[in-house]
């Protein structure tokens, strides 16, 4: 595609001690533009993968150019999300198909992982395979396999980020913690979520994580873990959580602080996956750009 740049050239006419400018000429050329990204959705038919499928589609610089998953093979991507008209981008199975055919067109792509820790590996070895770039986003991935991905990557040259979440809320949470913890001696983290998954969530380790890193310890005149209604302790630095679950409870994480004479909280509150898609448009940009593996989405904040 080419964008039109048009230059106006002034004459300057003087007439006694007044100036007047009056336009003479104008000159236009097209200039190529930059080509969108070319960026396919592996586990497009999940809740958060069709989500991504229309913020992708919405935003400027980038487009839809595959989807990936097990489930609806053969449906039009656009119409699973809801769409008015269809994509014609149908689902396929085949992560390997996808890619071959955008590394003919010679186009920057990016590849969403939104699959499984199992296979993130092979996926993000395909997608450098075909000189594409990735975006991990898959809950509970091990961290032998981040060390894995990141050697691959750098000795291919290749940028991948991997996000442990994708809400910018949720790193704000985090980077507020981290804050709040060098005055108050006394952490808790309350979680809650609508139904049962694997608890402590992902945000609460994290959490937990970026505090025990801090070499402070915390709850000292309370760091029995011997009752268990007190809460699971994460790390060694006696930082508990407490993980509610309760039909209609929105997913939400507030830490709590304590010191002298007062209580100080902070939450973030989850009601709908849109909340995942300014990240991840912003993940998209950002990967491009890279040439070996990045941890964590707050490095672009």
Not at 32 to 60: C, L
Not at 187 to 206: L, W
């Amino acid at each position: 595609m080419a964008a039109l740049h048009c230059h106006f050239h002034p004459t300057i006419d003087k007439v006694s001690q007044n100036v007047k400018s009056q336009w003479r000429s104008i000159s236009c050329s097209m200039q190529p533009s930059q080509p969108n990204i070319k960026v396919v959705i592996n586990g497009a038919a999940k809740e958060i993968g069709k989500a991504a499928v229309v913020a992708v589609n919405k935003a400027r610089g980038m487009e839809v150019a595959g989807a990936v998953d097990v489930h609806l093979v053969g449906h039009d991507i656009g119409k699973v999300c809801g769409m008015e008209e269809a994509m014609e981008i149908p689902i396929i199975n085949d992560l390997t198909m996808v890619l071959g055919s955008i590394s003919q067109s010679k186009s920057t792509g990016v590849v969403i992982d939104f699959t499984d820790p199992s296979t993130v590996y092979d996926n993000v070895k395909q997608a450098t395979a075909f000189g594409m770039k990735s975006v991990v986003y898959v809950p509970r991935i091990k961290p032998d396999t981040v060390t894995a991905i990141s050697a691959f990557c750098e000795k291919a040259s290749m940028g991948c980020l991997v996000a442990p979440t994708l809400s910018i809320g949720s790193i704000l949470l985090q980077q507020a913690t981290i804050s709040a913890s060098f005055h108050y001696n006394n952490i808790e983290i309350v979680e809650s979520r609508a139904k049962a998954i694997d608890f402590p969530t992902a945000d609460a380790v994290q959490i937990a994580n970026n505090l025990s890193n801090l070499g402070q310890i915390y709850n000292r005149e309370d760091i029995s873990t011997d009752i268990l209604a007190r809460g699971q302790v994460l790390g060694e630095d006696g930082v508990r959580v407490h993980s509610l679950v309760l039909p209609g409870l929105p997913s939400s994480t507030t830490v709590y602080f304590s010191g002298p004479g007062e209580v100080y909280s902070v939450k973030h509150e989850i009601t709908d996956v849109q909340c995942l898609m300014p990240g991840l448009i912003l993940a998209i940009r950002k990967v491009v750009r890279l040439k070996n593996l990045v941890y964590g989405l707050e490095k672009f904040l």
